[in-house]
């Protein structure tokens, strides 16, 4: 049975998402592994093994919280050369994009990114065009090194053997060359976006940040539903780039989307193409967002919304007031 | 300071993409110098106008590539280098970096800057793989880029916020396209540019055999999405909001 590793980013020693993510994607190919490296590591080899780790490999060095990058590659590496995984799998995040590109340059092996599935170790499917085509590689170097876009797949608990292995990987002082000196976290508004269960998203048709702002109200009136946006309302700041939907941003695959002056640019469709019912308001009938759209309708997106803010508001009386 | 800029020759991400087989045209059909290496081309420039010394591009791609870093030479960049090479077609990220990492070796530099992510579709590893292969420290993906001295402090664009982080030089930055908004050239800039160095190099004039190139994955097939059949379409005569109230409701969102 092959063996699949997953590298565990982690906040304070709570996992991130992804990697539960990509350890029920491991066990569907495999004995599922984890890495996971930091001062605070130890407290999360226990969530990893209710999503399937069989054993987690544990480093708590805290050298890997200052220094981005070089540490965790070469602790990698060296954990890779002596336990020999089939694959090893990333989710596409800063850090682990930064930790993946050097491990490969480190052991000359290549590697594919961008996946959305994983069908064997070696067989990743990617997409082009926005999601409209899959492109399914092949990948002939072991370990195959994958990175996975965040929320390609659902995270399933299933109980692992979730035996920690302490590490201590000595590393030279040659590899501390980048260091985190400040963080700031803000969170997009309101629920996670990538888990939401309605998701209401904004585009530039909107026409400003004041109506842009009519979103949030749209969301508390649909109970919890989370606020999006696209790539271009972001650089114009309408929105934090947490709320960016797309390529470069979050995937949503939520019960029902509504987009609100969003034209459908590929950069975009590619991040909530999967969602169950989409719900499109633009004015260009040749928005390509319209091809995708369960319920188009074809007029003034910041007049389409605010009206149906009055519809829910008069609905829920009080709900909202003060 | 001398600045390296990665400068990447693009279709045209505004239309609709055509494929070449299991490959992406990138030939006879509209082409640009990728929008976020026109960024980390306005970076550069930038930090040379502030700081002096030179600016030198290097690509990897076909010879119609030349349009692209003709633009980032009109946009103040010094001296540019094409790698084009018929061996060099079905590239993964792994020698693409190589390739682009012994061009890159060939000019003494202070700072690497190359785009955080192509706009065709690329793995946004570019930078990390560059950084390997040349032993630099490197930062991404980067939002704002301060050098002061023998020092880069970068803002890093992450997940949730961002977080800043700081190396020495010499050092490579992969920037987002947050970082600025680049120049558009005046048409005297872009004559000037037609005079300007451009070195076009092959594999083997970088020293590059077959071992190096062996490209480790394929594409072995390409298959459309599920599609999504298009609904309805309602022109709203006012009657738009009680048709998107029907349909929550029968989806039970309210």
């Not at chain 1, 508004?189 to 990538?194: H, I, K, N, Q, T």
């Not at chain 2, 070449?20 to 640009?32: K, M, N, Q, S």
């Not at chain 2, 633009?71 to 103040?76: D, E, K, Q, T, V």
């Not at chain 2, 999504?228 to 738009?240: K, Q, Y």
Request: aromatic share 4%.
């Amino acid at each position: 049975m092959p063996k699949v590793w997953v590298f565990a980013e982690h906040r304070r020693g709570r996992p991130d998402t992804t990697a539960f993510e990509l350890l029920t994607k491991a066990r569907q190919l495999g004995q599922a592994e984890a890495v996971v490296v930091g001062a605070r590591a130890p407290e999360a080899a226990g969530p990893l093994a209710r999503y399937g780790a069989d054993t987690v490999y544990v480093d708590d060095n805290p050298v890997y919280d200052e220094w981005v990058g070089d540490p965790a590659a070469e602790t990698l590496r060296r954990l890779l050369t002596e336990h020999r995984p089939d694959a090893i799998l990333f989710a596409t995040l800063p850090d682990s994009r930064e930790i993946a590109g050097r491990l490969a340059t480190r052991l000359g092996l290549t590697l594919i990114s961008n996946a959305v599935d994983i069908r064997s170790v070696g067989a990743v499917r990617t997409t082009m065009f926005g999601g409209s085509l899959y492109v399914d590689c092949r990948i002939d170097d072991r370990p195959a090194i994958i990175l996975v876009r965040p929320h390609s797949f659902p995270a399933e608990p299933a109980p692992g053997q979730g035996r920690v292995v302490p590490v201590r990987v000595e590393l030279p002082d040659g590899l501390r060359l980048v260091r985190r000196v400040e963080a700031c976290e803000n969170a997009a508004r309101g629920p996670d976006l990538a888990g939401a269960a309605v998701v209401v998203a904004g585009g530039r048709g909107l026409g400003s940040r004041e109506n842009f702002e009519l979103l949030y109200e749209l969301a508390a009136l649909l109970g919890n539903a989370a606020v999006g946006a696209t790539r271009a309302v972001v650089e114009a700041g309408w929105a934090p780039p947490a709320a960016q939907v797309g390529l470069t941003g979050t995937t949503v695959r939520p019960r029902v989307y509504l987009a609100f002056g969003i034209s459908g640019a590929s950069q975009h469709v590619a991040g909530m193409r999967q969602s169950q019912t989409i719900i499109a308001v633009n004015t260009d009938p040749n928005a390509p967002i319209f091809k995708i759209a369960d319920l188009g309708i074809l007029g003034d997106a910041r007049k389409v919304l605010l009206r149906l803010i009055e519809a829910l508001r008069a609905r829920h009386p009080g709900r909202l007031e003060g | 300071m001398n600045i390296v800029v990665t400068a990447k020759y693009v279709p045209d991400p505004d239309l609709p993409g055509e494929l070449d087989g299991f490959r992406l045209r990138r030939e006879g059909v509209p082409g640009l110098l990728d929008p976020i290496d026109q960024c980390g081309v306005e970076l550069a420039v930038q930090l040379k106008e502030a700081l002096s010394g030179r600016v030198i591009l290097v690509s990897m791609g076909p010879a119609v590539a030349e349009a692209a870093l003709r633009l980032g030479l009109a946009m103040g960049a010094d001296e540019a280098v094409l790698v084009t090479d018929p061996a060099l077609t079905g590239f993964d990220a792994l020698v693409t970096a190589r390739v682009l990492a012994r061009a890159i070796g060939r000019f003494p530099f202070d700072l690497v800057i190359c785009g955080a992510q192509s706009s065709d579709g690329s793995t946004g590893t570019l930078g990390a793989m560059l950084a390997g292969l040349l032993d630099l420290p490197g930062i991404g993906p980067a939002k704002r880029v301060e050098v002061g001295g023998r020092l880069v402090r970068v803002r890093r664009q992450m997940a949730a916020g961002y977080e800043v982080a700081e190396c020495s030089l010499p050092a490579l930055v992969a920037v987002t396209s947050d970082i600025n908004v680049p120049r558009f050239p005046s048409f005297k800039a872009r004559v000037a540019a037609r005079s300007k160095p451009l070195t076009r190099l092959t594999a083997a004039d970088l020293g590059l055999g077959p071992d190096a190139l062996r490209v480790r994955q394929a594409v072995v097939a390409i298959t459309p999405a599920e599609e999504r059949s298009p609904g309805e379409i309602v022109v709203d005569d006012g009657t738009a909001v009680a048709r998107i109230i029907r349909l929550l409701e029968e989806l039970g969102v309210i």
